[in-house]
């Protein structure tokens, strides 16, 4: 079946970049996404790349996508203190409009001074 | 920005009463969805809604749930007798049709 995974923990320092991983297994997937949560939050959308693109940058965020690999990251440049939260990758199929997101378990991104 | 608002933010409830999460999609979307997290875990999939019908449920979504949408703006996930295991945090989320899903901030329910 469908299944998307992520490394469980990331910690950086402070004004370096982050880079968070995620693999998923469906080939046909049309749409992946990076959604962030803090604590107590929900989930906020943060950028979504189409699968026949390889890369989207917005502001500090870059997405690249291997379709061969089934590999998707989230480059955050210049980390800040306020992007400590959960990132999780989603995928989802096209099914006339109403898809249904299969999420990765997040990965809890730490930023230190 | 519009936003997807759920409402209450946490629900206590006792084991085997009836329970009704609340949720307001954005306006002019017409796809909703259902989500719950278990704490500690991945957030799965319930079931999505369109055209005042249920167009995908996973297996999770058994008869105790069910979903509604009452009036124009409201959207409204259903347990009728909540188990233990049903202590969750619930999102609702929103989409044109086209990508992607807008998200409320969820509904902390606990079971005693």
């Known amino acids: 079946g469908e299944d998307v995974e992520q490394s469980l923990f990331l910690s950086v320092r402070e004004g370096d970049s982050s880079v968070i991983n995620c693999t998923y297994t469906?080939?046909?997937?049309?749409?992946l996404y990076w959604y962030k949560q803090e604590p107590g939050a929900g989930l906020q959308l943060l950028t979504y790349?189409?699968?026949?693109?390889d890369m989207k940058q917005d502001q500090r965020l870059t997405v690249l996508l291997n379709k061969k690999d089934k590999h998707l990251s989230l480059r955050i440049a210049d980390t800040q203190t306020g992007d400590s939260a959960i990132y999780f990758c989603?995928?989802?199929?096209?099914?006339?409009?109403?898809?249904?997101?299969?999420f990765g378990a997040g990965t809890r991104l730490a930023v230190h001074p | 920005e519009p936003e997807v608002t759920q409402t209450p933010s946490h629900q206590v409830t006792q084991m085997g009463q009836e329970v009704i999460l609340r949720c307001v999609p954005i306006?002019?979307?017409?796809?909703f969805y259902w989500y719950r997290q278990i704490l500690g875990q991945k957030v799965e999939f319930l079931v999505s809604?369109?055209?005042?019908?249920?167009?995908?449920k996973s297996e999770i979504f058994d008869d105790q749930f069910s979903v509604e949408r009452p009036d124009g703006s409201n959207f409204t996930l259903k347990i009728r007798s909540t188990k233990l295991e049903d202590s969750a945090m619930y999102f609702c989320?929103?989409?044109?049709?086209?990508?992607?899903?807008?998200f409320g901030d969820g509904t902390r329910l606990s079971i005693l």
């Open positions: 306006s002019n979307h017409l796809y």
């Open positions: 989603a995928e989802s199929g096209f099914s006339g409009g109403y898809n249904k997101l299969i």
């Open positions: 989320a929103s989409s044109t049709g086209g990508q992607p899903q807008h």
């Open positions: 469906d080939s046909s997937s049309t749409y």
């Open positions: 790349i189409f699968s026949n693109m």
């Open positions: 809604f369109y055209n005042n019908e249920i167009s995908e």
